[in-house]
């Protein structure tokens, strides 16, 4: 069975930083893109950043350019996500998750296949 276990979310002060990570179970993925998205309450899920399959590109959201990085680890089936400089507005539940298809790289979150449960990003003012 597949699972993709998010950890590192907290609460943090504005301007903080946090490493999420997401370590895959069950499987391994290492031909796969893997994305990170994120949902605030009352608002639908969006992309957050993605890494190709070896790493060689990476895609982020217009809102988290130069106060994220996205990087993987494929020995370890784990991907990370650094959050720099955080805002209030980057409260959310973060989610991983693994690419439908090998090779491909998308922003879409119904291009991913497997989720994992989420992690609790939370920034005070």
């Known amino acids: 069975q597949v699972q993709l276990d998010e950890s590192g979310g907290g609460l943090v002060q504005a301007g903080g930083s946090l490493r999420l990570s997401c370590a895959a179970s069950?499987?391994?993925?290492?031909?796969?893109?893997w994305g990170w998205f994120r949902q605030a309450p009352g608002k639908e899920r969006e992309f957050v950043a993605v890494i190709s399959w070896n790493g060689d590109r990476t895609i982020y959201a217009d809102s988290v350019k130069g106060r994220f990085t996205i990087s993987r680890d494929n020995s370890k089936n784990t991907i990370y996500l650094r959050v720099n400089s955080l805002k209030p507005e980057d409260t959310a539940v973060y989610y991983c998750a693994v690419h439908h298809r090998p090779l491909a790289l998308s922003t879409r979150p119904p291009d991913y296949d497997f989720w994992g449960q989420g992690t609790q990003v939370t920034v005070s003012a």
């Open positions: 069950g499987r391994t993925f290492t031909s796969y893109a």
